[in-house]
């Protein structure tokens, strides 16, 4: 199964750029990365995805080297309501039906004054 | 556009009570799915479906059912609620794609606490 591995916890301070890894070793040929939001008591929320290189959307930056097996998101100039959970999903390869999407346990991202 | 639609938002039962939770969409996507998220825990998807009248289990099926008899509505069931569903659960929907990572669209959640 594509598994993503995250580090638990990030702590930052405001105005700061960010960047949390994923590794995912498994990912397979035709997946895609893409990165969630999530807040206390809401659903995820969409923020980005790429499948190689680096994608650059209005809220952050996506890097992914050539072997894709990890990413990189980029969070620039950081601010207190960017605290949330980070997610970074990927598809997986050996599901028998492309669609079924596994998150991993995210990294909890403290943005402090 | 209401965008995913989850019915009840909150809900008390007994152990061995039965209840179902309504997922709608209004997008005309064709994936939904079923997640439940416990304190402190990431997501982990229960059951999912890839269009009207299919459906498959995910990484954590035991203890549940799910039908998709419309194509916008996906319900999730309990048919004897223990204390370890107590949980938060999220429904989202997403579009058909050639890609295997669709952007998904959550719902708000339905917190369900078993006693």
């Known amino acids: 199964l594509a598994k993503t591995t995250q580090p638990i916890s990030m702590d930052s301070y405001e105005g700061q750029e960010v960047n949390i890894t994923c590794s995912h070793n498994?990912?397979?040929?035709?997946?895609?990365i893409t990165w969630y939001q999530q807040f206390p008591s809401q659903g995820p929320r969409f923020i980005i995805q790429g499948y190689k290189t680096k994608v650059t959307n209005e809220v952050a930056s996506l890097f992914i080297p050539a072997d894709r097996k990890s990413s990189t998101l980029s969070l620039p100039r950081v601010s207190l309501s960017d605290t949330a959970v980070y997610y970074c999903?990927?598809?997986?390869?050996?599901?028998?039906?492309?669609?079924?999407?596994?998150f991993g346990s995210g990294t909890q991202l403290t943005v402090l004054p | 556009n209401a965008g995913v639609t989850q019915t009840p938002k909150f809900r008390v039962l007994k152990t061995g009570q039965s209840m179902t939770l309504l997922c709608a969409q209004d997008?005309?996507?064709?994936?939904m799915y079923w997640y439940r998220q416990d304190p402190g825990m990431g997501l982990r998807l229960i059951h999912y479906s890839v269009g009207e009248g299919t459906t498959a289990k995910g990484e954590v099926p035991d203890g549940y059912n799910v039908s998709r008899l419309k194509k916008q509505n996906f319900l999730l069931g309990l048919e004897s609620a223990a204390p370890s569903q107590t949980s938060v659960y999220f429904c989202a929907s997403s579009p058909l794609k050639d890609s295997n990572t669709g952007e998904l669209f959550f719902g708000e959640g339905s917190r369900l606490t078993v006693l």
């Open positions: 498994n990912i397979a040929t035709n997946d895609y």
């Open positions: 999903l990927v598809g997986d390869p050996h599901s028998g039906s492309a669609r079924q999407l596994t």
């Open positions: 997008m005309n996507h064709e994936y």
